[in-house]
């Protein structure tokens, strides 16, 4: 997995590993790294590296030194003279660098104003750096994370760098996974950061983020090879109940039990209006219409005025249950069963009285917030889905495209997520694995182009193999 850490986390074991080594090493290694991440700038090119104080600044300044020598000219925009790491710039200048006093022409720029030490937001001659930026667009890369970020809530403040690409040291920043501060750390390919190895992983404890990778397919392992089994049967690979769909939304169904019956599960039962399930029935014949014995449940997805009774008559089945579109408007103050909530960011907003705006502005809080409000997992989608969990890491998802954002789509994740949770996985990985397949399926369902949920719902079941044998591409590729 990615794994990003929080900064009070990241600055002890820094300390920790820079009381083994010779002064300045760690410095050393991140300025080689840098250097090293930034060779496609040609010799001749000019470019202007913008330094604040402390280390943040310093690990520019000993990196500007390896592009001189490799003929790349630098020209330095100091935030403050007085703060500047002194030994840095003093190398930085004899191998050739100037000072210059305001930005030019230059076509790249290095952003080392401030590292994760620094409170979000930036004003004075930070912020003008900010225009000019925007105003003539340079190629920027950011040092360690964009300035001006909310490192550990991954909030955006009014004014902050936004780079074409970041390279960080030592382990990934929530802010550099997670919306909407993710969003400022590159653009294309380099959406996901460099990340320079300086030693620090012993040192680092349990992560604050994690993010499921193609060479995953471990986390599906236990699941899919025990359903594999000889003795295996469509009993003893779980069977899921669906409450969805109505009148209005009858794709709903449709769509939730395609995801359903692309996942893990055995048997599918399904429980809506009499023509609706005969019609769910006809297009899906392995379906059984009708309540029955089930190891989970979905409620919701399209769901008609009924919703709040299916989502009470399921909840009486004392089985894990996922809550989706119309039935997160009837959830209980608390569960007596395992649960995963799915909403967006206006459902999310509903539930908790906010706006929705607020959610997008925050989405790490107030999914944190949900899930410890109702003591369940929340899956709350959006273009980086996060999973949180009371007492687990929370995961970001970072599959997909934004073509997924099509009508159906969330119908085929609820179908998915319910099939892993009756074949025996808890709600946080039965959420989190179950946003990595859907997003992963529809990069590979059309490449570059439009897709529709039934689409991605017919990749699934060659993804789920393809993640489980190690074999999937990789699935982050509609950045670039």
Known sequence: MLTAHAVDDIRTAEQALAAGLPDGELMRRAARGLADALDDIPAGEVLLALIGPGNNGGDALYAAVHLLDRGVRVDLCLLDPSTVHADGLAAALAAGAQVVERPGQQRHCLDAVFGIGARPGLTGRAAEWVEWIAATGPRTVAVDVPSGVDVDGATLPSTHVTADATVTFG?????????????????????????????????????????????????????????????????????????????????????????????????????????????????????????????????????????????AAALDDGVPVVVDASALQHVPDSFDVPALLTPHAGELAQMLGVQRETVEADPLGHVTEAARRWGVTVLLKGARTLIATPGRVTRVNLTGSPWLGTAGSGDVLAGLAGSLLASGADPHDAGSLAAFLHGAASIRANRGGPVTASAVAAALPGTVAAFHDGHLDDVRDWRS
């Not at 919306?179 to 604050?208: C, E, S, T």
């Not at 069977?239 to 109505?246: C, D, Q």
């Open 171 to 311: 382990t990934y920043k929530t802010a550099l996974l997670v919306g909407p501060a993710a969003g400022a750390a590159g653009r294309g390919a380099a959406a996901i950061p460099d990340l320079v190895d300086i030693g620090l992983a012993p040192h680092l404890p349990a992560p604050h983020i994690e993010a499921i990778e193609a060479s995953d397919g471990h986390l599906l392992a236990e699941i899919f090879d025990w359903l594999r089994a000889p003795t295996s049967h469509k009993y003893s690979r779980g069977v899921l109940g669906i409450a969805a769909g109505s009148t209005q939304y009858a794709g709903a169904a449709h769509l939730c039990v395609a995801g359903a019956q692309a996942g893990m599960a055995g048997m599918v039962r399904f429980v809506g209006e009499a023509e609706l399930a005969r019609r769910v029935v006809d297009r899906a014949p392995e379906v059984v219409a009708g309540r029955g014995r089930v190891q989970a449940w979905v409620v919701g997805p399209g769901g008609g005025d009924d919703a709040a009774a299916q989502l």
